[in-house]
């Protein structure tokens, strides 16, 4: 007999689990002592073990012998690739789904502690290195105790329906129920991340770099090249900073040095973008310490984009003369 609770095994005549304080309920027995024999009723005769195969199906072979290997080496660890790579959706597909809760809502603390440490999400890429780091973690955590947490599904489930004192027949159709592998539950797997965790998760603000959110943006009139590179590409050297980040707007300045006809200029260029918008725009370019107007800054940008690969130069042929600048 199993604890119904923890799956842990208990003696024939336990009241309760040494191993989490949960009350035993004895299986109902099919007579007493004050009534005739129920008719035409079969109940339970099957060992725990064979209820155990009906629970988990076709893919019993699978897991005994991962089972039975971890009893061996004292060790709860085991390889599940379906569990690695799937997750949730393993879960799901095993009705696992108290497990796939709990995992949505650790994917919902890592995002609520980043946002109170004042993470900063990169720009650079659709999948940021912290978020990767987490889940790279815990598909590993699924594909070694995969095995062992769907030990203790299935022992604690299957404990719980022998203790119904259930007919054989509505046994097993329970356990079939309970534990038949489901497509189904790879869709309710789904549902309950959005539930416990996307939708919440929407909530919570994501603290973004708003320098590489400029770096790796790209202006409207030249979507082929990202700011960033193309500075890379025309400037000799330079940095990066952000001068002001208030309730409502954000000013990030790059400050460069470039080389044309052997005068080393000095420039600096400030974007503005609102704090809630991923659009930005120059807010303004000083070169040598004056500020261009809009005229020269728009020539600048030109100028800029169209000979960046000229990076290293000593002169430049393009762009042509602009009041006392060479574009």
């Known amino acids: 007999m199993y604890c119904a609770n923890c799956g842990s095994e208990l003696d024939a005549d336990a009241s309760f689990c040494m191993n989490c304080g ?10 007493s002592m004050d009534s005739e024999p129920v008719q035409n009723a079969s109940y339970e005769t099957s060992s725990f073990d064979e209820d155990v195969r009906y629970f988990v ?17 004292g060790n709860p660890t085991s390889l599940n690739f379906p569990a690695f790579f799937l997750s949730i959706f393993w879960l799901g597909y095993r009705k696992m789904y108290r497990e796939v809760a709990i995992l949505a809502l650790i994917f919902l603390a890592f995002d609520f502690i980043l946002y109170l440490v004042g993470y900063q999400y990169t720009a650079q890429s659709l999948w940021d290195p912290v978020d990767r780091s987490i889940n790279m973690g ?51 797997s789904v549902l309950i991340s959005v539930v416990i965790y996307i939708l ?15 770096k790796y943006g790209t202006f409207e009139q030249y979507p082929d090249k990202t700011v960033g590179e193309t500075f890379d590409d025309f400037f000799a050297r330079g940095d990066w900073q952000e001068v002001t980040n208030d309730s409502k707007s954000i000013v990030v300045a790059y400050h460069g040095e470039k080389q044309i006809d052997n005068h080393n200029y000095d420039i600096r260029i400030e974007f503005y973008k609102e704090k ?24 600048f940008l030109e100028y800029v984009f169209s000979n960046g690969q000229l990076h290293g130069d000593d002169s430049f042929d393009g762009g042509g003369p602009s009041d006392s600048y060479m574009w």
């Open 22 to 31: 949960h009350k035993v309920m004895q299986p109902v027995s099919a007579t």
């Open 57 to 73: 199906g076709e893919k019993y072979p699978f897991y005994e012998s991962k089972w039975k290997r971890m009893k061996e080496k």
């Open 138 to 188: 815990v598909a590993v955590m699924m594909g070694l105790f995969g095995n062992y947490f769907y030990q203790k599904h299935t022992l604690k489930k299957v404990s719980l329906i022998r203790n119904q004192g259930l007919t054989e027949e509505v046994k097993q159709m329970e356990l079939k129920k309970r534990g038949e592998a489901s497509f189904l539950g790879v869709l309710l």
């Open 200 to 214: 919440p998760a929407s909530f919570i603000p994501m603290n973004v770099d708003q320098v590489e959110l400029i």
């Open 276 to 299: 809630d918008s991923e659009a930005f725009d120059i807010q303004r370019i000083v070169v040598d310490d004056e500020a261009l107007s809009l005229s020269e800054t728009t020539s």
